[in-house]
């Protein structure tokens, strides 16, 4: 079945520095990808996401591009704040099911000290 | 506009024991997701409703897990009996009617299985 695999964390980085999480995903057919973001003792919310191959979503300074050739959508920002620290999901989506159902991965956690 | 809202924010009980959560999607949105997220982990779907019926439930364990979504708009899970593993986050979500809408989280029910 489709699937995500993100990196494990905690990730840590000092303010200002550039940021990497990696996501690779399976699936059967062309899923819709997603970054979702959960900030400390709020929901999940909708960061970015990109609905075909080499689609950039961009969101708040964050970008990930859909790459189909190596079934991947790594999250990236040039210059982390203290602001960014929570846990962010990678997920995909198949737009054509009857049932759109999200499957995530299991979270990466990122700290940013000042 | 008013996001999802779910109730209670926290909850403790003894395995065995019954306990139930509610979910008010946004108004208007015609699906309606419960998702599991244990510690450590992603969300995981237990149920999809599209308006008051069931699109999707093959990952709810039937024989502890009910839910329903009166009248298509608001919706309660239920446990009975409880055992510990089902100790989670709760998230409730909903979407617009239609394929790839994105889904809006509520902030979540922690519970406590002891």
């Known amino acids: 079945g489709d699937s995500v695999t993100q990196m494990e964390g905690p990730v840590t980085l000092s303010e200002e520095a550039f940021l990497t999480i990696n996501c690779t995903y399976t699936?059967?057919?062309?899923?819709?990808l997603f970054w979702y973001v959960q900030y400390p003792g709020e929901g999940l919310q909708l960061l970015l996401k990109?609905?075909?191959?080499?689609d950039k979503g961009s969101n708040k300074g964050f970008e990930a591009t859909y790459r189909k050739e190596t079934t991947s959508f790594h999250l990236e920002k040039g210059s982390v704040q203290v602001s960014d620290s929570a846990v962010y999901f990678c997920a995909l989506s198949d737009p054509y099911s009857s049932a759109s159902k999200i499957i995530f991965g299991s979270g990466t956690r990122l700290s940013i000290r000042p | 506009e008013a996001g999802v809202a779910q109730s209670p924010r926290y909850k403790i009980i003894e395995k065995r024991q019954s306990v139930a959560f509610w979910c008010n999607p946004i108004?208007?949105?015609?699906?309606l997701y419960w998702y599991q997220q244990i510690l450590g982990q992603g969300p995981k779907l237990l149920i999809q409703?599209?308006?008051?019926?069931?699109?999707?439930d093959s990952q709810l364990p039937k024989d502890r897990f009910s839910a329903e979504r009166l009248k298509g708009v608001d919706s309660t899970l239920k446990i009975q009996p409880a055992k510990l593993e089902d100790s989670a986050v709760y998230l409730c979500a909903s979407s617009p009617a239609g394929l790839g809408n994105e889904q809006f989280f509520g902030p979540g029910t922690r519970l406590t299985v002891l």
């Open positions: 699936a059967t057919g062309y899923p819709s």
């Open positions: 108004s208007g949105h015609a699906t």
């Open positions: 990109a609905t075909k191959a080499d």
């Open positions: 409703f599209q308006n008051n019926g069931v699109v999707d």
